[in-house]
């Protein structure tokens, strides 16, 4: 008989709950619901791409995050995006300012910005042209001088470390004389990993 009781007073627990609950929900459902449903989807798929980056790496595009975000709201906006570029003194139009916020199928959250560094660095996002005359203008007959390919990296644009340098070495090919096959770099950094399971083409 007991038992029957505390069936009968969960029951009624639970149907009187969700009423109590339902005027506290409401206002979340209203005005922020395009920027909700993007959390929400990021979340969704959250979890695949943290798994892509260190600790390390995820806190330095977490201070990153947090140094393009402003206003403070979480979401990384074409406000957000002029104020980063103004703050280093750069001028922005607003065609590239509406670019770089449509690349994101919704808002800029945190997730969303990983996903969308994800996507550049698996080559998701490069067009594979660019990339083959990046690496084309260091050819030579067919090969890249190590040492020069080394000292452009470290050199020019967003710079290498040594470290990097050598971690991104450890992924290729190199010769007893120090040189880069160009055509098989160029595949590894262009195909996607179907491709590569499957032989390469060049």
Do not use: C
Not at 48 to 58: D, E, R, T, Y
Not at 75 to 83: E, S, Y
């Amino acid at each position: 008989m007991a038992d029957k009781d505390k069936k009968v007073k969960k029951k009624k627990a639970k149907e009187d709950a969700p009423a109590e609950e339902a005027p506290a929900a409401a206002p979340a459902a209203g005005g922020d619901r395009q920027s909700s449903r993007g959390s929400r989807k990021a979340k969704r798929t959250g979890s695949n791409v943290f798994s892509m980056f260190s600790q390390k790496q995820v806190a330095e595009f977490k201070e990153a995050f947090q140094l393009m975000d402003h206003d403070k709201d979480g979401i990384i906006g074409k406000n957000d995006l002029r104020a980063t570029f103004d703050s280093l003194g750069r001028l922005a139009s607003e065609k590239e300012l509406d670019e770089m916020v449509n690349e994101a199928p919704g808002p800029i959250n945190f997730t969303q910005l990983l996903t969308l560094f994800a996507n550049r660095m698996s080559g998701g996002s490069d067009e594979d042209d660019v990339v083959i005359n990046a690496f084309k203008t260091f050819d030579d007959d067919g090969k890249i001088d190590s040492e020069r390919l080394r000292h452009a990296l470290m050199t020019w644009g967003d710079k290498f470390s040594a470290d990097e340098v050598d971690e991104a070495y450890d992924q290729m090919e190199i010769d007893d004389k120090g040189f880069i096959d160009t055509n098989k770099l160029i595949t590894m950094l262009t195909a996607s990993a179907e491709d590569e399971e499957g032989g390469e083409a060049a």
